[in-house]
């Protein structure tokens, strides 16, 4: 179709991307695949990942060892990361998927803080703790703080100190 005398025809507007944008978003991609490699097989699942990208992070499991021949996967992994149209709902799970681990780990540290509390205050933290925790036997932890307790005075292993944690965490964490 041609264009009367005077009058121009708008242009598809062109969107240019900066050859450092491209490299960005490629290092993104390449620190990306790198997360998910360190994963493990039970999390790998949890992502919604194409056959391409899933028959790639097996190969990557494979080149673990061999670390250039990994570096470059990595970088085939992070390919098939850009072409992907879901990289943005991968990427939210992964971090989903990390996040938990923080959470947990912010959880084991709650954990053995109350242990410590428990055999430093004895009674008193007992008493609190049942007051939120009803499943929780009164006798068997204090049983569980004198025996770590003993074990402390004699220099012995730990066994106790373990118990007790154990006994917190089933308890509080289920």
């Known amino acids: 179709m041609m264009a009367k005398k005077g009058k121009k025809i708008p242009e598809e ?3 240019y991307i900066s050859k450092s944008e491209l490299k960005r978003e490629a290092q993104e991609m390449h620190d990306l695949a790198a997360k998910i490699c360190k994963l493990n097989k039970k999390q790998r699942e949890k992502l919604p990942l194409n056959e391409d990208l899933k028959e790639a992070l097996v190969l990557a499991d494979k080149l673990n060892t061999k670390t250039e021949a990994f ?11 850009r072409l992907a ?13 990390l996040d938990v681990g923080k959470e947990s780990t912010v959880l084991f540290h709650k954990l ?15 008493n ?4 939120d ?10 049983q569980l703080v004198r025996q770590a307790k003993k074990e402390q005075e004699l220099g012995k292993p730990a066994k106790g100190y373990r118990e007790l944690f154990q006994y917190l965490k089933e308890y509080i964490l289920d």
């Open 13 to 15: 507007e062109i969107i």
């Open 71 to 81: 570096r470059r996967h990595l970088n085939y992994v992070g390919k098939q990361l």
């Open 85 to 97: 149209e879901n990289s943005d709902e991968i990427q939210k799970v992964l971090n989903a998927i």
């Open 112 to 126: 053995e803080r109350t242990r410590d509390q428990v055999i430093d205050q004895g009674d008193k933290k007992i």
């Open 128 to 131: 609190e703790l049942l007051v």
């Open 133 to 142: 925790y009803d499943s929780l036997d009164r006798q068997k932890l204090r």
